[in-house]
């Protein structure tokens, strides 16, 4: 597991976690806007190509790295950066949205909506994604 | 006539509804009551307390939506008329436990008028006055525009006849103004 991106509608990057402490970013803004630029595209891309509607990707593949992508219907983007090897994220993602992201972010009143989410108002997700997540994501592929 | 995306999401949402836990009705009628004394003693004008219900409401309005989305499951709506089906049976099911019923619809589709019955907000309230004009249920008027303009509609929300000022029911309308697109950012 490398990184995880939340995205709001407004092309927002509301958090950005990295667990390879050897990742180097050459300019990290840049490179949110290009991932959420090229979810954008692909999304656009996908519906004009798809011989029927509501297709999605779920994810993309590279020879070094796969992306994981999981967008909800009110505009949050999901986006977890892995090794190539690592499948299925999609699910867990969406499991993540319902039983953490909803609960503890959303609805959460003192969170502000579209703000940053590691603060402390935010903690116990941003706390479980840290900590939790991977291993629930690697220990089951 | 609701589509079956419709109908199945009503059931969906009677069944959710069941399984959330639950407060008495007199205690959100009176809790209501009393947060818009409140709001009055703030601000003492009708306009800007219509104004602020109408605000609190689209704030609720953004993130419910996702709690409805997150927890009933079904297919993508393919229209206007769909959405508005599924926020006026299944949204107000979920949330109020009494679903709400569309009465008619304009010519181009963009435009919708609905009842709701057993709104338990208006519960025992009568508008003195000197207070005519205060859209009591202006909040709930808001909660829809914001869940609407989470998921890109842009939307108008009005009540049109209340139970608080004679009405035999409470009618809303939904007027569709626009249509907005995910942000691209800079």
């Known amino acids: 597991m490398e990184s995880f991106f939340v995205f709001n509608r407004k092309a927002q990057c509301l958090l950005h976690i990295d667990w390879d402490e050897g990742l180097v970013h050459k300019n990290i803004d840049h490179e949110k806007d290009n991932i959420y630029g090229f979810l954008f595209v692909i999304r656009d891309f996908i519906s004009s190509l798809a011989p029927f509607e509501g297709q999605i990707a779920r994810s993309i593949k590279t020879n070094n790295f796969a992306l994981h992508y999981f967008q909800t219907l009110t505009g949050y983007r999901f986006v977890c950066i892995t090794k190539v090897d690592v499948v299925d994220v999609?699910?867990?993602?969406?499991?993540?949205?319902?039983?953490?992201?909803?609960?503890?972010?959303?609805?959460?009143?003192?969170?502000?909506?579209?703000?940053?989410?590691?603060?402390?108002?935010?903690?116990?997700?941003?706390?479980?994604?840290?900590?939790?997540?991977?291993?629930?994501?690697?220990?089951?592929? | 006539m609701p589509t079956k995306n419709a109908q199945n999401v009503l059931k969906a949402s009677e069944a959710a509804y069941s399984k959330l836990p639950k407060v008495s009705?007199?205690?959100?009628?009176?809790?209501?009551?009393?947060?818009?004394?409140?709001?009055?003693?703030?601000?003492?004008?009708?306009e800007d307390v219509n104004a602020k219900l109408l605000e609190i409401g689209q704030n609720m309005g953004?993130?419910?939506?996702?709690?409805?989305?997150?927890?009933?499951?079904?297919?993508?709506?393919?229209?206007?008329?769909?959405?508005?089906?599924?926020?006026?049976?299944?949204?107000?099911?979920?949330f109020f436990g009494v679903s709400g019923t569309i009465l008619s619809w304009n010519e181009e589709n963009s435009q919708c008028v609905f009842l709701l019955k057993h709104n338990l907000l208006n519960n025992f309230v009568e508008i003195p006055a000197h207070l005519e004009g205060l859209k009591y249920n202006n909040m709930l008027c808001g909660v829809i525009k914001g869940a609407l303009n989470a998921i890109n509609f842009k939307v108008k929300v009005e009540e049109?006849?209340?139970?608080?000022?004679?009405?035999?029911?409470?009618?809303?309308?939904?007027?569709?103004?626009?249509l907005l697109h995910d942000e691209t950012g800079e």
Do not use: W
Not at chain 2, 162 to 176: K, Q
């Open chain 2, 62 to 94: 953004l993130r419910i939506v996702d709690d409805f989305l997150s927890h009933i499951v079904f297919e993508r709506c393919s229209s206007f008329t769909e959405t508005c089906q599924i926020l006026v049976g299944s949204g107000f099911m979920y």
């Open chain 1, 90 to 141: 999609y699910d867990h993602l969406v499991t993540l949205y319902k039983e953490q992201f909803v609960p503890n972010v959303v609805l959460n009143p003192m969170y502000e909506l579209n703000s940053n989410l590691d603060c402390i108002e935010t903690g116990l997700f941003f706390n479980y994604v840290r900590d939790e997540f991977p291993s629930i994501v690697l220990g089951k592929t």
């Open chain 2, 160 to 178: 049109v006849e209340s139970t608080v000022y004679g009405a035999n029911d409470d009618v809303f309308s939904i007027s569709l103004e626009e």
């Open chain 2, 25 to 46: 009705s007199e205690l959100l009628t009176l809790t209501y009551g009393v947060f818009i004394q409140q709001i009055f003693k703030t601000t003492y004008r009708i």
